[in-house]
């Protein structure tokens, strides 16, 4: 059977072939499987020294001290790390919490739990374009406020917000800051010395890493407080206790490390391969571009064909692998809570899809799409 073409990268990325490599001398007697926690002999000594090491890599992407690294199973426990460990700090007290609207469920779910048990929250809604602006979070900041959350890049529109405003808003006020980075790392330069962002969760498994580990970058200068979710060994500082995967780790410490050697021609080749995409499909249909498109990442574009629906889309271009909006929502086509909340109507939010392009798709790859696209769609109207 030929598969179908991948571009469906913003739900997750295949492992690149050096970090597989890397990781499977982590795993057997004859590799290094030793418990980094074991301070006694050689076999924890080596697994620390690898744990060490990555956590080396994965701080440089982000100019960050290696001490401000924790690790945890991936981006949606490093979101709810960051927010109920913050919120629970304040038990006693009527706080207040300010996120997104178009924020990953990992963040709006998280958001909600916490309101169900009394916490004052308040959703920033985009304007049409996807973009928040700062004078909006400004309206919104309370005495009580004690955490803001907004992500950097949207996973269903790679609409950016400018996180470096976001931040100073917040430090001037004394309100901690906490952003999403997960659809932003690898894709964009991020130095934490230069943007006031107090914690920033993202995952090895959007950038050609293995999937079931991620980090919480938690700053400490100034110094971050927060209450751990899990009791145990008092690993990580005892900010997220259990023994440490030491394969996933030295994967996400690889995949940091290439794509911080990457990106820039990385990026320049995605942005010609969008360039031919869009180029291509509007030679044979009318598309409506869902979010800013000066203001996003080349990697995602979310277009509607109106009049067609997304289902119907899917179901007939069946030599592309693609979706609408997030994996989470897509199972079930319930309306996208991120274009609805930019305002697009729910009809054209039907006709919505997602395409996302990555490191393993060519040129002749694209070509391909928007010849099966041009060929399929006209004929569904
Ligand atoms: C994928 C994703 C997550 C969830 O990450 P997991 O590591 O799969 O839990 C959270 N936020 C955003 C923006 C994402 O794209």
Redesign the pocket.
């Known amino acids: 059977m030929k598969l179908p073409i991948y571009l469906d990268y ?1 739900s997750t990325t295949p492992v690149d072939t050096s970090v597989y490599k890397k990781m499977l001398c982590y795993l057997k007697y004859s590799g290094i499987f030793g418990n980094p926690a074991s301070k006694s002999h050689i076999y924890g000594w080596q697994a620390e020294n690898a744990v060490e090491k990555s956590r080396r890599s994965i701080a440089n992407l982000i100019c960050a001290d290696t001490r401000e690294i924790i690790f945890t199973s ?4 490093s ?1 709810n790390l960051a927010i109920k460990g913050i919120a629970c700090l304040n038990k006693e007290k009527k706080i207040h919490i300010i996120s997104g609207k178009t924020e ?1 469920y ?2 709006l779910d998280t958001c909600y739990a916490l309101q169900s048990k009394g916490i004052e929250l308040s959703l920033l809604k985009p304007q049409k374009n996807g973009i928040i602006l700062p004078q909006q979070l400004k309206k919104e900041l309370r005495k009580n406020t004690v955490l803001v959350s907004l ?1 950097h890049v949207n ?1 269903e529109t790679g609409i950016i917000q400018d996180i470096e405003l976001f931040g100073k808003i917040c430090r001037s006020s004394g309100i901690l800051f906490h952003v ?1 980075a ?2 932003s790392i690898g894709k964009i330069a991020i130095d934490l010395r230069k943007i006031p962002v107090d914690l920033m ?1 993202f ?1 090895a ?2 950038i050609y890493g293995p ?1 079931g580990i ?1 980090v919480l970058f938690i700053r400490r200068r100034p110094p971050i407080y927060l209450k751990a979710q899990m009791h145990g060994g008092g690993q990580e500082n005892s900010f997220r206790p259990g023994t440490l995967p030491v394969h996933q780790i030295v994967g996400m410490g690889e995949a940091c490390r290439l794509i911080q050697k990457k990106m820039h021609e990385e990026n320049k080749k995605i942005e010609k391969l969008r360039k031919i995409l869009i180029n291509g499909i509007q030679e044979k249909n009318k598309i409506i571009f869902n979010g800013d498109q000066e203001n996003n990442v080349p990697h995602i574009l979310n277009i509607s064909f109106p009049g067609i629906d997304s289902r119907l889309i899917l179901s007939s271009l069946k030599d592309l692998a693609i979706s609408t909006g997030s994996a989470c929502t897509s199972g079930d086509f319930h309306e996208s809570h991120v274009l609805q909340s930019m305002g697009v109507s729910r009809l054209l939010s039907s006709n919505s899809i997602r395409i996302s392009l990555g490191r393993f798709n060519s040129e002749e790859e694209i070509r391909f799409a928007v010849n099966h696209i041009n060929n399929i769609i006209p004929n569904l109207n």
């Open positions: 913003a991936g981006a949606t426990e979101n990953h990992s963040v992500m996973n999403d997960t659809q969760s995952n498994h959007k999937k991620g």
